[in-house]
C-alpha cells in the first residue's frame, strides 16, 4: 500500500480539474490515468488492487454447542392489534405492581414512569430498566443493569413472553432480578 501512496497522489492531482486547462472528453481524461496505473504496476491490470481484496468473512465456527437464536416460526406471529392487546396489558400490570413494590422496597431513587408507550424503573444507583414494545417485530424490548438487552416474542403454548434464545419468561426475569437487586421477594405473575 505504502508504495501506491505516491501514485494515488499523482491520479488525485490529475483528476482534479485546473481551470486553465480547458475540459476535455472523459476519455481523453482518462488516459493519463490508466498510463499512470501501468507504469505503477506493468503486469496486473489497473484495477488489480480492487480485486485484491476480500470482502467475505468466511464461516465463523462457532462452536456445536453455542447457543444462537432460536428460529422464528413466522405463522406464529400476532397480528398488530392482538400484539397491542398483549403488551398493553402486560405493561401496565408490570407498572402497577413495579408501584406497589416500590413502597415495599426503601431504595432512593426509586421510581416508576410510563410515557410514550415506555415503561422505566429507576432503582436509583442501582440502575434503570427500560421496557418498551416492538411493534413491527411484535416483541417487548427489555433493558436490564443486570442481564443487559433483550427482546421477547410471545409464547402461544406458555401464554407469555419469552426471549427465544435463552428461553428466559420475561416476569420471572423481572422477579428474580429485582429480588437480587433490591433484597424483597416479588411475585409479578
Given at each position: ?41 506493468p503486469n496486473d ?145
Amino acid at each position: 500500500m505504502a508504495s501506491r501512496l505516491p501514485h494515488l497522489r499523482r491520479i488525485s492531482k490529475l483528476l482534479k480539474p485546473t481551470p486553465s486547462i480547458p475540459a476535455r472528453s472523459s476519455r481523453d481524461s482518462l488516459a493519463p490515468l490508466l498510463l499512470l496505473l501501468r507504469q505503477a504496476r506493468p503486469n496486473d491490470s489497473p484495477w488489480s488492487f480492487a480485486s485484491s481484496r476480500s470482502f467475505c468473512s468466511g464461516p465463523l465456527n462457532l462452536p456445536q454447542d453455542s447457543q444462537g437464536p432460536a428460529a422464528v416460526d413466522y405463522r406464529s406471529l400476532l397480528q398488530e392489534d392482538e400484539f397491542h392487546r398483549l403488551a398493553n396489558s402486560t405493561i401496565h400490570d408490570l407498572q402497577e405492581k413495579l408501584e406497589e413494590y416500590g413502597d415495599i422496597v426503601k431504595i432512593d431513587g426509586f421510581d416508576v414512569d410510563y410515557g410514550n408507550e415506555v415503561l422505566t424503573l429507576k432503582l436509583g444507583a442501582l440502575g434503570t430498566y427500560v421496557l418498551n414494545k416492538q411493534t413491527p417485530n411484535r416483541q417487548i424490548w427489555l433493558s436490564s443493569p443486570v442481564s443487559g438487552p433483550s427482546r421477547f416474542d410471545w409464547d402461544h403454548s406458555a401464554q407469555a413472553w419469552v426471549y427465544r434464545r435463552t428461553k428466559a419468561n420475561l416476569l420471572k426475569l423481572l422477579e428474580s432480578e429485582l429480588q437480587q437487586l433490591c433484597g424483597e421477594p416479588l411475585n409479578l405473575s
